[in-house]
């Protein structure tokens, strides 16, 4: 489905303002969330410092209107000269009490002089008494108000004596001077997690123990400083504060819910939303609008490009909107006279052309008659030259099973030939035939047993027919063996001319691929070994077969294979000859790397490095003419690369011997 550039372009735009809102929303959301809480953190610190600071200044400022009234109670004789109680209203002290400390007992002393008494008897303000005999300061919160106490030393009469004093508070002025300090919750505790002023939206309201509170218990560690952190209390997360107030036990906690940090993000959120989508709205329109323009010269390009398309190269774009589309217009103009100028040009280029094409035409007529004469002498001259090839290859591959077949015949003809020798076994049928014939010539067939139970002059204990039964005993084994390997080698025979009829086959053609088959390639191994042994070994070299291969089977051509080896035996013998020592060749056979490798390796005389790189170059050979044509490697290489595998020098050093490697993949 194809598009207009205007929508295009204002899904772009509008995908671009979507993804900009979304990220100033995003960065506005952090940068809110970091500045509120780090701003959370910084008031309650404040007002827990502050209040906490006010409270131990309202305190103190207590503690000696509390000590000035006991003084002037205690030391002036008269009470006129003793301080009026209206000085306690100016400290916001509704009553107070002097008690003196006697034998763990307190006995109260009374004011007088218009000074008003603390609402509370005596049994009650027992153990707070106690207290501040011990601590120096106590304040506790009772039904009626709030209460101080302090301790007081004095000298008197050249004796310290001691005092507790106690001030009943004005409840609502210090609710106020807390109220004023306190924008978030607030908690004026005990160290044992007492509330004695709760202050919740600017409101006083009653409050269970904080005993549990995490700013107490790190109040308990903090060694008399404040400090702020956010934890869960109560199923809520919180910002605190804490500080202490330094007298009596007291400390403040300031803290705020985290909710009012989500409550103002969303309002931020909402108000960004609102905001993206008004932008969203007006880039859109403008957008429909820059499009719509735009689009209308792309159309009035695209009419005529078409237009030119078609062939009509008279036709110029008209645009006119000061932009990259008219230089764009501007551009097509310019090519369509180019291509308006070429296309005169060519027309009358064609037309030079025919005439040119007519006289070309003639002219090859005539070369090609010559051409073709020269090219049916290059194919009677590439036939001869195929020919030469196969018979080479063929006289090649003949070589050696005709040198198999020649060492067979050879041993046949040796073992004839003993029959002539007078030492040997079938001479002796001459002599018991020509003796049994004087015998019987004599005295007819009793003279003839008669003979042949006299004693035997070679073999004491017998007589002559057990010597003479003996001796046919012997030639009738001799004949028997003879029989057995002159018909194996006539089997031997047989097979190496059914081999050089397949070579001789193979031949026929310069190009044809060979039967492939499953191959247990041992066998083929052998066979090529049992070759070349006869022969090897008239010459004085010894052939070892060390086959330790587990896996043998590939597929491949069987004579193929036979046919590499061997050549490469023979290769081996000729090096052994050149180095004129007693020959060894080793035929290995082992599995690597999912294939199997033979190795052929003698201890001839070497190949030198110049020659090594040129080894299966066909052609290349360096023996004498009656030795070797240059064949036989680049065959072995041919017939090993026709099976997937290869035939590779491993090693060859001068004087010490080479190591050729048949590659096999299984």
Not at 162 to 188: G, P, R, T, W
Not at 301 to 314: E, F
Request: charged share 20%; net charge neutral.
């Amino acid at each position: 489905m194809r598009l207009s550039i205007r929508y295009k372009i204002l899904a772009v735009t509008g995908f671009l303002l979507l993804l900009a809102v979304g990220f100033y929303t995003l960065l506005a959301s952090f940068i809110f969330v970091e500045q509120k809480t780090a701003l959370l953190y910084e008031i309650n610190h404040s007002v827990a410092v502050n209040s906490a600071a006010g409270v131990r200044s309202s305190l103190a400022q207590v503690a000696e209107t509390l000590k000035l009234y006991a003084v002037s109670r205690l030391l002036a004789s008269k009470s006129e000269l003793r301080l009026p109680g209206s000085g306690l209203k100016e400290n916001f002290i509704e009553g107070i009490g002097l008690f003196a400390i006697q034998d763990s007992r307190f006995d109260e002393l009374p004011f007088g002089n218009g000074v008003p008494k603390i609402s509370l008897p005596i049994d009650s303000l027992q153990p707070q008494l106690i207290a501040a005999s011990k601590d120096q300061f106590t304040f506790w919160r009772e039904s009626t108000g709030f209460f101080l106490a302090t301790r007081l030393d004095l000298t008197m009469a050249n004796a310290l004596r001691s005092f507790v004093c106690v001030a009943q508070l004005e409840e609502k002025h210090f609710l106020d001077s807390l109220m004023s300090a306190s924008v978030f919750e607030s908690f004026l505790a005990t160290t044992n997690g007492n509330v004695l002023v709760h202050l919740n939206d600017h409101r006083i309201a009653s409050a269970e123990p904080i005993a549990d509170h995490p700013l107490l218990t790190n109040q308990k560690t903090a060694g008399g400083r404040t400090g702020v952190q956010s934890f869960e209390y109560r199923g809520a997360r919180r910002y605190g504060a804490f500080a202490p107030v330094g007298m009596s036990g007291l400390f403040f906690i300031s803290q705020a819910d985290e909710k009012e940090v989500t409550s103002a993000l969303s309002v931020l959120l909402q108000r960004s939303l609102l905001f993206g989508v008004i932008v969203l709205t007006l880039t859109l329109i403008a957008s429909i609008l820059f499009s719509a323009s735009l689009t209308r010269n792309l159309q009035n390009l695209a009419r005529g490009v078409v237009a030119i398309g078609s062939g009509n190269l008279d036709s110029h774009i008209q645009v006119k909107s000061g932009d990259e589309v008219e230089a764009l217009a501007s551009s097509f103009n310019e090519m369509v006279d180019a291509l308006r100028a070429s296309r005169q040009a060519i027309e009358k280029y064609n037309r030079e052309l025919e005439d040119k094409v007519a006289l070309r035409t003639k002219q090859l007529t005539e070369t090609n008659a010559t051409i073709k004469a020269v090219q049916e002498k290059l194919v009677q001259t590439s036939q001869l030259a195929a020919v030469g090839e196969v018979a080479g290859r063929t006289a090649h591959e003949l070589l050696n099973p005709l040198t198999a077949i020649l060492s067979r015949i050879e041993r046949s003809r040796i073992a004839v030939q003993k029959q002539d020798e007078k030492e040997s076994i079938p001479s002796q049928i001459f002599e018991i035939l020509n003796a049994w014939k004087d015998e019987y010539s004599k005295g007819g067939f009793a003279g003839l047993t008669s003979s042949l139970g006299v004693a035997s002059t070679v073999s004491p204990g017998k007589t002559l027919l057990d010597e003479d039964l003996g001796n046919l005993e012997q030639l009738a084994k001799f004949w028997q063996s003879e029989a057995t390997v002159v018909s194996s080698d006539l089997d031997f025979v047989r097979d190496q001319a059914q081999r050089i009829h397949r070579i001789v086959d193979k031949m026929r053609e310069l190009i044809r691929s060979s039967d492939k088959s499953e191959v247990l390639c041992r066998g083929a191994v052998e066979e090529a070994a049992a070759t070349m042994k006869d022969f090897l070994s008239k010459h004085g070299v010894t052939l070892n077969l060390d086959w330790k291969a587990q896996k043998d089977t590939a597929i491949l051509n069987r004579d193929e294979l036979i046919q590499i080896i061997t050549n490469l035996l023979r290769n081996a013998y000729q090096s052994i000859q050149g180095a004129g020592r007693n020959g060894k060749i080793a035929l290995r056979a082992l599995n690597q790397e999912r294939a199997l490798h033979i190795e052929v390796e003698d201890n001839g005389k070497g190949i030198s490095p110049e020659n090594q790189s040129r080894l299966f170059e066909q052609g290349f050979t360096t023996k004498g003419p009656s030795e070797g044509t240059g064949l036989g490697l680049a065959i072995c290489r041919r017939y090993a690369r026709a099976f997937g595998g290869e035939v590779e020098l491993k090693s060859s050093k001068i004087d010490e011997g080479t190591c050729f490697r048949i590659i096999i993949p299984l």
